[in-house]
């Protein structure tokens, strides 16, 4: 395979997962985790994503401030924000998790609608204080220099105090069978205790996602309440998700 052709996957990949591992990258393509170490420090350099311990971010999940240039997706992820805004009720507690779909909803909210919002994310937390009518609540903790959410222990016993109506989450993957999985153990112990932490939860997640999984499991698919995509609710591609025990939007 040609170094441009490589580069193009890590790039999708960057784009459609937000991080990678270098281990899991070299694995997809059948080379050395050294090529693909120079391939990222090369796109690094060249401003297409960031370069971390272990693996690659994308510039859009780790600046707060890059809107349309460098968000993947971000029209489907526009979409998903329209229909979970229509969730939100006046006087609600919820909570936002962080990542690219979640931050668009923030960005959504009317400015009009009366709520409380928890968020262990930075940039959710920023975009949250710009409308006059929520209450932000940071669910404070060790800072991933990645994701700029809060992680640990002292997230994860924060969380175990509230309990909100509606929890809105992302993932890095999903599979109808397998649920919801990460390749960030840290992250998957937080996500955990925002599921236990609400009344109900809600999964963002563009349809690219779809039937993918990795190695650490978040939780069941029918732990999720509603799962919202850019899809219509018939479209054939959620068919194996109807015979689970979740409402589609």
């Given at each position: 395979m040609l170094k441009e052709e490589r580069q193009?996957?890590?790039?999708?990949?960057?784009?459609?997962?937000?991080?990678?591992?270098?281990?899991d990258i070299a694995e997809m393509l059948d080379v050395s985790i050294d090529t693909i170490r120079r391939d990222v420090k090369e796109l690094d350099s060249e401003n297409k994503l960031r370069k971390v311990h272990g693996g690659a971010v994308s510039l859009g999940f780790t600046n707060s401030t890059v809107r349309n240039t460098n968000i993947y997706a971000l029209e489907e992820k526009k979409k998903i924000a329209e229909k979970a805004v229509m969730m939100l009720?006046?006087?609600?507690?919820?909570?936002?998790?962080?990542?690219?779909?979640?931050?668009?909803?923030?960005?959504?909210?009317?400015?009009?609608?009366?709520?409380?919002?928890?968020?262990?994310?930075?940039?959710?937390?920023?975009?949250?204080?710009?409308?006059?009518?929520?209450?932000?609540?940071?669910?404070?903790?060790?800072?991933?220099?990645?994701?700029?959410?809060?992680?640990?222990?002292?997230?994860?016993?924060?969380l175990t105090e509230i309990r909100v109506d509606y929890s809105f989450i992302g993932t890095g993957y999903v599979d109808s069978l397998f649920g919801l999985t990460e390749f960030d153990w840290d992250i998957v112990q937080v996500k955990k205790a925002i599921i236990k932490a609400s009344k109900k939860t809600v999964l963002l997640s563009i349809s690219e996602k779809l039937n993918s999984q990795h190695r650490y499991k978040t939780c069941d698919i029918n732990a999720i309440n509603t799962m919202i995509t850019e899809l219509d609710p018939n479209n054939n591609l959620l068919n194996l998700f109807r015979n689970q025990e979740i409402h589609l939007l």
């Open positions: 193009h996957v890590i790039l999708n990949e960057v784009a459609l997962h937000n991080k990678v591992l270098l281990t009720k006046e006087g609600g507690v919820v909570f936002i998790d962080g990542g690219t779909t979640c931050l668009e909803l923030t960005r959504q909210i009317p400015e009009s609608i009366k709520l409380t919002c928890f968020t262990m994310s930075l940039p959710v937390a920023m975009e949250l204080l710009a409308k006059p009518n929520v209450k932000v609540i940071f669910i404070g903790g060790e800072i991933s220099p990645d994701s700029q959410i809060a992680i640990g222990p002292s997230t994860i016993r924060q």
